[in-house]
C-alpha cells in the first residue's frame, strides 16, 4: 500500500492569495496526502496547477483586486481546460454568473445567480452540520456572511440546502459553497475538491 501510494502523483493545487482566507485553506489542502498547496497572485503560476480555491473574504475586494492583476482570462482558461476550481463564500460570489446588485464583477465559471450576504451581516454567522449525498453525512459547516444560491441553470448539481437556498453546487469541474470547510478539522469536502481535480 505504502508503495501505491508513493507511485501516485502529486496534485498541485493552487489558493488564490489575493485576500481573505488564504492561509487556512493552505493548511487544510496541506492536511492531504498527495496534495501540494501553493499561494498563487500571477497568471504563469495557474498555467502548471491541477485545480485552484478561490477563498472566502470580501468578493468586492477580490474582484478588483482580479482585475488588477489580470487574473480572469486565466483563471477562466483554467476553468475551460477542464481543471477543478473551488469557491468558497466569497469565492462562490466570484465564480457565479449574476447577482442583483452587480457589485462583483464575476467570473462566469458556473450558472448560478447569488444573493451576496444572503444569510445577514457578521452577526447572523453560524455553524451547523450538513449531510451532502456526494460526500458524506453530518460534515459541519461555519457561514460567515454567507451568500445563497438563488437560480441555477440545468448543467449544475446543486448539493445542499439550508431553508431551500442553495449553500453548495457543481457544474462539472467547478465546485463552489457559500461556507468555509478549510475552517473546521473536517476535511471531507476539501479532500472531494481534490478528487475532482485531473493532473
Ligand atoms: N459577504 C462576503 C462577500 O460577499 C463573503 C463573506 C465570506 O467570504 N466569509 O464578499
Redesign the pocket.
Known sequence: MAQLSQHKTTKKIGVLNLQ??VSEHLNALNHLVNVQAIAVKDAAQLANLAGLVIP?????AISRLIKQNNLAPAIKQMAQQGKGIFG????L?LCGSSTPEHE?EQLQLIDISVE??GFGRQINSFETALDISAIGKQIPAIF????YIIQAGDQVKQLAFIDNHGVMAQQANVLVCSF?PELTPDNRIIQYFVDCCCG
Not at 468558497?88 to 469565492?91: D, K, L, Q, S, Y
Open positions: 481573505g482566507a472566502g473574504g470580501e468578493s468586492t468558497t463564500c466569497a469565492g460570489v462583483v451576496r450576504n460567515i456572511r454567507a451568500p468555509h
